[in-house]
């Protein structure tokens, strides 16, 4: 940390040449023949030389930064997303600086205001589980740092959303369960205060409605979608009802598979006795047996998206003011789980 | 951009107290009591005042970030291990910049570049499929940023390394399937210039040797381990030979899951006509039928130690210099996918 830093005045006197002819070499400027360059170049890094883009950086006001805060790095779907924006971003030049809630208003909030202190020029973020209100966020709002948010989005903020049309995709995989003759179908899903849980009930209401099935509360439940909250419900609660739902819709690939997994052991027949789909399509839904029917939901392209977005923006190239929901497009995927008319 | 920047002083003056006294309620001090202290921070939130952290660091010349790269963020094992990372180095005040290699040697040059000249604290790394040299890590070394290397660890530079013990993992996943009387075992795993591949590897033919059976190379198979990859030389390859291998050890989860689903599908049953071990224990391999037999790779466990390490030493509390290797435990877990003797 004590070291003493090579400048270029450092470059420029042991090759007895002028500190701006280094500095232009290294920043590649054309005026410098390659020759000279090279020489440049190669003693810069014999001796170490670090360019300040930190201090260069402060003096423009722009880190070159975006900060993301996920609910769980550890998730396929959430890796999908991060992997689609560190690669838009850093061929732009942005580093990624990456967090996690946790799931937990209190963490996100905590992680908000670094990324802020830090100084980030903008901000991606899908919300924590439990996230009630958005007072987190002003800071940024009112210094007009764009913020996206993605996925699991605030619909009471008036900021850029990426998200897929959750309402849809919920009709859509209910309505494929009742044509396969489906009508008793469980419904195992995330938070209702959090859009995309509650937008895709919404859709499996309304897919019930309009096929002339009542919905039934007892088959909603809700929890955080972990392998134990899983393992829970259905030995505990769903396995030890009477009459077994003879469909089931949930919303994580992940929970599917497990859930897949726990009723193949109690000796229930899928799609026989009760017919699957998940959601994601995460490879997790290939490679059971029978294959998970799901909902394709594109997270790598969410991700280069949401980087696009932002870097046009944080060029000057577009305004992000102006966009205001970005759609992307799903699609119903059928496999042998949910198949019981062949 | 342009929006003036609100000050200590401009808190003070509304206030009429001394910018000292805001500074120091700023920074939570004990000398400024309670409801002073509230005043000012309620009064700093709704201007928008935003601590200098950045102008701070620069006179630290610390940043508190600390560099990760990994060759793909889109990877259940990576996932975990960065969450781990991420965790503690959160708890402690430090922000992630996380980047991919997208496994080549000139991506990961060009990021670690990127990270030096944002100068990260320290860096993290897990080497790329084809990187060849450690010339990009130069300027790290000869600065004294530590370097943590995971996973893919580069052997020739004396950095801290923290791994599992690759070929004791592969002896044993070989050792398996030999005591269930697989006596022709097939080896797909990645590039065998990564040390992770390679000591599988070596592990697999000692294994083989101590067990007197002859290492035949047209047992092994080297690719990127990705879906194509799989797929291609199963169906191309593998099915096509007149005798079929009676046991499979492939280094990683998915892969095995999705060479599991190919071999069932071509009539192959596992594990009688080919015993199958992955690698990770990730959840893909608990969800197939029947389950993979893997070695349990303890990716959370293996971050959180990695930013502790990292954390310890960039608080003075212990010096990385004296710590060069750090083996993590892994396990055998023999599931049906293997079992050929119940």
């Known amino acids: 940390m004590s070291q003493k830093e090579i400048t270029i005045y450092d470059i420029a006197e042991k090759l007895a040449i002028s500190a701006a002819t280094v500095s232009?070499?290294?920043?590649?400027?054309p005026a410098v023949n390659a020759k000279t360059k090279k020489r440049i170049v190669d003693l810069a890094n014999e001796l170490g030389y670090q360019s300040n883009k930190f201090a260069s950086n402060l003096r423009k006001q722009k880190t070159h930064t975006i900060g993301v805060i996920v609910p769980r790095l550890n998730s396929a779907f959430m890796s999908t997303v991060l992997s689609g924006i560190e690669k838009v971003a850093n061929n732009a030049g942005y580093n990624l600086i990456i967090s996690q809630s946790f799931e937990t208003h209190d963490k996100e909030a905590q992680n908000a205001q670094t990324m802020f202190n830090n100084r980030v020029d903008a901000l991606v973020i899908s919300l924590a589980y439990d996230t009630k209100d958005y007072k987190h966020l002003n800071s940024f709002?009112?210094?007009?740092?764009p913020i996206i948010?993605?996925?699991?989005v605030a619909d009471k903020i008036d900021a850029t959303k990426v998200l897929i049309d959750n309402f849809k995709a919920g009709y859509q995989a209910t309505e494929h369960l009742i044509q396969q003759g489906c009508k008793e179908i469980l419904h195992i899903t995330g938070n209702l205060s959090r859009n995309v849980y509650n937008d895709r009930f919404e859709g499996y209401k309304k897919a019930l409605e309009d096929n002339g099935i009542k919905y039934d509360?007892?088959?909603l439940i809700c929890n955080d979608l972990s392998e134990k909250a899983i393992e829970d419900c259905l030995k505990n609660d769903v396995l030890k009802r009477t009459k077994l739902p003879d469909g089931l819709f949930i919303t994580s690939d992940p929970s599917a598979a497990y859930a897949l997994t726990i009723l193949k052991e109690a000796g229930v027949k899928v799609p026989q006795d009760m017919a699957i789909i998940g959601f994601n399509?995460?490879?997790i839904s290939r490679v059971c047996e029978p294959?998970?029917?799901t909902i394709n939901y594109p997270g790598n392209q969410m991700g280069e998206t949401i980087a696009r977005i932002l870097i046009n923006h944080l060029n000057g190239e577009s305004d992000i003011n102006y966009m205001n929901t970005v759609?992307?497009?799903?699609?119903?995927i059928v496999r042998n789980s949910s198949l019981k008319k062949k």
């Open 24 to 29: 232009r070499a290294l920043q590649n400027h």
């Open 141 to 145: 709002i009112k210094k007009k740092i």
């Open 149 to 152: 948010f993605f996925d699991r």
């Open 217 to 219: 509360q007892k088959l």
């Open 281 to 283: 399509n995460d490879l």
């Open 291 to 293: 294959a998970i029917s």
């Open 327 to 332: 759609i992307l497009k799903t699609d119903l």
